[in-house]
């Protein structure tokens, strides 16, 4: 299947500091990408959904000022925590589309102190 | 997406054959129904996909009912490392997936 890789796989930041996380579909392009966060012992919820060219569509509840996305290239997308506060410690998981369906990254653990 | 619904736990015997059931009554004609499974602390791996016809690939075999209104994933010979939450989605691939709260399959040694 095709591969999406994370990075970092792992953070830990300080309250109030903004936490950047790339998603990068390795051998297919997507023009579609989606970001999901996982609460311990809950199942993924699904943030946003992220549009090469053109602005995310977020989920309802889901701040879009807090949680910037960029789609700039066919392979490239980012989820930027902003101002994080430890209510935003999650998994973090980016999905990409290509002709046969969705792959998954490997997440990417966030901690904020 | 089409509601699922899914056993909360199972277990299984290493090297037995382990029968996933799903329940997708709500599933449109032209929705697919998806496996993933989740290892803990990693994404969700892509298993197996279906419409109407049973598949089967390196991983496991998808059984679908005629009317479409439940499905089975079976793994044939499991082994530890397939213990796991998997889900079951209905829906289009090329669209967002809405996980529910799938199976914790547990694999006996």
């Known amino acids: 299947g095709a591969v999406v890789s994370q990075h970092p796989s792992r953070v830990i930041c300080k309250s109030g500091t903004s936490v950047k996380i790339e998603c990068r579909s390795l051998?297919?392009?997507?023009?579609?990408m989606f970001w999901y966060r996982q609460f311990p012992k809950q199942s993924l919820m699904l943030m946003a959904t992220?549009?090469?060219?053109?602005?995310?569509?977020?989920e309802q509840g889901v701040e879009k000022d807090k949680f910037l996305i960029n789609h700039a290239s066919l392979t490239l997308s980012t989820l930027t925590v902003t101002s994080a506060h430890p209510e935003d410690s999650s998994f973090y998981i980016c999905?990409?589309?290509?002709?046969?369906?969705?792959?998954f990254g490997p997440g990417t653990r966030l901690t904020v102190l | 997406d089409a509601k699922t619904t899914q056993p909360p736990s199972m277990d299984c015997a290493e090297g037995r054959a382990a029968n996933l059931p799903c329940n997708h009554s709500t599933i449109s004609g032209n929705e697919y129904v998806y496996w993933y499974r989740q290892i803990h602390s990693q994404g969700p791996q892509y298993i197996i996909h279906g419409l109407k016809n049973n598949e089967t690939n390196e991983m496991a075999s998808l059984i679908i009912t005629e009317d479409r209104k439940s499905s089975t994933l079976i793994l044939p010979h499991a082994t530890l490392r397939d213990t796991a939450v998997y889900y079951c989605?209905?829906?289009?691939?090329?669209?967002?997936?809405?996980f529910g709260t799938g199976t914790r399959l547990t694999i006996i040694p």
């Open positions: 992220s549009n090469e060219g053109s602005k995310a569509t977020y």
């Open positions: 999905s990409a589309r290509d002709s046969v369906g969705q792959f």
């Open positions: 989605i209905g829906g289009f691939g090329n669209e967002k997936l809405t």
């Open positions: 051998d297919f392009q997507a023009t579609t």
